[in-house]
């Protein structure tokens, strides 16, 4: 076995790129929720970018905890990347 550390034990600086990869609404909601809740412990904004088929029930399954997220549709901010990244940035 390797003593290397692989990319994903390597520590992170800056902006991370984070994707999620799920099996319906519910492990959907349950990585968000963690996600947000995690987000809004570190002091730090929240933005949700999802298929607008996912916003609304998304935004209700979360309750109080939407409102601390920007929620925004993947549909039309993925567009453009150019749209995206300011987003990101703030």
Not at 14 to 30: A, K, M, Q
Request: hydrophobic fraction near 40%; proline fraction near 6%; include cysteine.
């Amino acid at each position: 076995m390797s003593s290397e550390l692989t990319t994903s034990q390597l520590p992170r600086e800056g902006l991370v790129h984070e994707s999620l990869l799920y099996r319906g609404r519910s492990e959907l909601e349950d990585a968000v929720r963690e996600f947000v809740k995690a987000g809004a412990a570190a002091g730090e904004p929240v933005l949700a970018a999802v298929p607008r088929a996912n916003l609304d029930w998304l935004t209700d399954a979360l309750r109080e905890d939407a409102a601390t997220v920007r929620f925004e549709d993947m549909n039309e901010i993925g567009r453009n990347p150019a749209c995206l990244l300011p987003m990101i940035e703030d």
